[in-house]
């Protein structure tokens, strides 16, 4: 899980490829490294450990490296600890190959083996240099171009990549290759771009391709040409990109994570509004005809971190309004369950970038088995997004923060119109209900603004409790379902050890773990759950925890238990997820920029998990 760059045109490379990296950084940061060339020159090669800034400064920001082609790189190890030797690019024995690659191969050893016979040697435990230098083998073999080699190669290599090449004798141009990772292709006059993610070259070009699974592509200055694994030219159809490159910008907050908390309402709007249609909900753009939604027998929801707890929030609701049986999986233990699928079932695959590769793996099973798909994806031409069935795309925009939030929310709307309308379309609610709920729904995105205005007193508890050491957060139902997200937050960005617990489940061991002064945040948003979670608390706070509640305008009793309470506006119980999860996610922000941590790269984490 590794961001890649390339470009070929007439300005200097490396300083091009470092502005690139550096929107791609949320992809892995452990080290980086840069290789340009100039004319018939050789290719110059730089890396560095830690993060791109190490390898800026090492060029003098790319100034201190001519060329005008060039390859980048930002790592998240996989194979190989993070180290100047293993980070990319890497180059073949005699530095007829150069490239970089994000993905995982997974039989590289055994084509390692196949190159040690070969009397190849390795510098690092890299499965990318092994790919390298396959490459090279295949090109002295059969003495063929770049495409034939490449094609070799490829159909050897099994796993995911997605690969950029520079060849020692091919000055002009570089190649890249994918099957299951990320590449967008950007051009412009004279000059072509790559990049694992659009942000990247988006200040130079909005036309942009998708290379698809299995082909190769040669990039000259401004040109591309395709090619299947058979070697046979293709052609694929130039795309537009339209979003803004200002929204991948901080806008004047000091972390992106801040920023996309304040987005959401807007990516909520925005997401219901492309479903809402004159006070009525249209699922025909996905392709979910009434007849096609009256059909469906079973939902399975595949996901992973917090597009799961969206996955199991959407469970309640569903199951509640559409009384179908719903079962919420983790991608990666969906994937080797050999779950059982049933023709009339339908697999809804929730992902914020659309290539994790978990939950790829997971819709490409289902897809096998003959069952219909729904993917809900936020990144338009990912993976996800073109191989599901059906797609719905959240509207939450370019999410840079590794830990998500916009994309969270916006992926709750999709559930609740989807929730919503089964439930009308296989009449389980009378048209009065129906318009009442999209009435509610219509008015989540003011009555979040309203939770970020209190963002103040959470950050005053934030700082009060920066020490913290563990944390639960207790809640049933739906309101479990919101404890495990804001504790995914806890954990990941502030590395406080947190847990969500199910409030009645507490008592039957976890409890132990309770003393003076453990911080346990009690969710109560659910009015039939109300009373049995406040009396959850009661047990925790008589063992000494201290307790902060959150919960709906009206059930100020809580006071009566909790130390510190936050309220947020009432509103359906089945939507109370989109106004319950702010105060958590700031909880999270609060706490980790109170105790000076990287809030928008936390360590060992990478926004985008490409591999297993
Ligand atoms: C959440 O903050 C995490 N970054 C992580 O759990 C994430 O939700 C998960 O990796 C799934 O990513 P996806 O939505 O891009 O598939």
Not at 49 to 76: F, Q, Y
Not at 104 to 121: F, P, S, V
Not at 558 to 586: C, G, H, N, W
């Amino acid at each position: 899980m590794c961001g890649i760059v390339g470009y070929n045109g007439s300005s200097n490379a490396a300083e091009i490829l470092l502005e690139g990296l550096s929107k791609l950084e949320y992809r892995g940061y452990d080290s980086a490294g840069l290789a340009v060339r100039s004319g018939t020159n050789d290719v110059v090669i730089v890396k560095a450990k830690g993060r791109l800034r190490v390898l800026a400064e090492k060029t003098n920001d790319g100034k201190a490296l001519k060329g005008t082609l060039g390859i980048g790189h930002t790592r998240w190890a996989t194979h190989g600890e993070p180290s100047e030797n293993n980070a990319h690019p890497h180059v073949s024995d005699d530095r007829n190959v150069v490239g970089v690659h994000n993905g995982i191969i997974e039989n590289y050893q055994e084509l390692k083996e196949k190159l040690l016979r070969h009397d190849y040697t390795f510098y690092s435990n890299t499965d990318t240099e092994v790919a390298i230098k396959l490459i090279d083998y295949y090109m002295k073999k059969y003495k063929e171009g770049p495409i034939d080699s490449i094609a070799r190669a490829m159909t050897r290599i099994k796993g995911s990549y997605a690969l950029a090449v520079i060849f020692k004798d091919y000055p002009e141009e570089f190649y890249v290759a994918r099957k299951d990772s990320p590449m967008v292709i950007g051009i412009a006059e004279g000059a072509s771009f790559i990049a694992s993610d659009v942000p990247a070259i988006l200040k130079h070009t909005r036309n942009v391709y998708y290379i698809g699974n299995q082909q190769i592509a040669r990039i000259g200055k401004g040109t591309v040409e395709f090619f299947d694994i058979d070697r046979e030219p293709v052609e694929l159809q130039m795309e537009e990109v339209t979003w803004d490159a200002e929204a991948a910008e901080k806008g004047g907050f000091e972390h992106f994570m801040i920023k996309e908390i304040h987005e959401q309402p807007k990516a909520v709007k925005d997401t219901l509004n492309a479903f809402i249609k004159d006070g009525r909900i249209d699922l025909s753009e996905a392709g979910l005809s009434d007849e096609y939604i009256a059909s469906i027998n079973n939902v399975t929801i595949v996901a992973c971190g917090s597009a799961y707890h969206v996955g199991l929030a959407g469970q309640y609701v569903i199951e509640k309004l559409v009384r179908i049986p719903v079962r919420v999986d983790l991608a990666s233990e969906f994937r080797y369950r050999d779950p059982i699928l049933n023709a009339d079932d339908l697999v809804i695959v929730i992902s914020q970038s659309g290539e994790t590769a978990d939950s790829l793996a997971a819709l490409r099973l289902a897809k096998e088995r003959g069952v219909s798909t729904l993917g809900i994806v936020n990144v338009v031409g990912s993976s996800i997004a073109r191989e599901a069935d059906h797609v719905f795309y959240t509207l939450a925009g370019p999410e840079i923060a590794v830990a998500t939030t916009k994309a969270y929310s916006a992926q709750l709307a999709v559930m609740y119109g989807l929730a919503v309308q089964f439930a009308k379309v296989r009449g389980q609610i009378d048209e009065e209900t129906y318009a009442q709920l999209i009435a509610e729904m219509e008015t989540l995105p003011k009555k979040m603004e309203r939770v970020l205005e209190d963002k103040e007193r959470i950050q005053w508890f934030a700082a009060k409790y920066s020490n913290a050491k563990d944390m639960f957060f207790i809640g049933r139902g739906i309101d479990y379902a919101i404890s495990m997200e804001g504790s995914l937050k806890m954990k990941e960005i502030s590395y406080v050890h947190s847990e969500a617990y199910a409030a009645g489940e507490l008592k039957h061991g976890t409890i132990s773990l309770v003393e003076d002064g453990t911080l346990v945040v009690g969710v109560c948003t659910q009015n039939s759950l109300y009373e049995k979670t406040r009396s959850n608390m009661a047990e925790v706070k008589t063992r000494g925890a201290y307790l902060m509640g959150l919960t709906s305008y009206g059930n100020y009793a809580i006071e009566d238990t909790a130390d510190f309470t936050v309220y947020i506006p009432r509103t359906s119980e089945y939507f109370a997820t989109t106004l319950a999860i702010i105060p958590l996610q700031l909880l999270g922000y609060y706490l980790s920029v109170a105790r000076g941590l990287n809030v928008d790269k936390p360590r060992n984490l990478a926004k985008s998990v490409t591999v297993e």
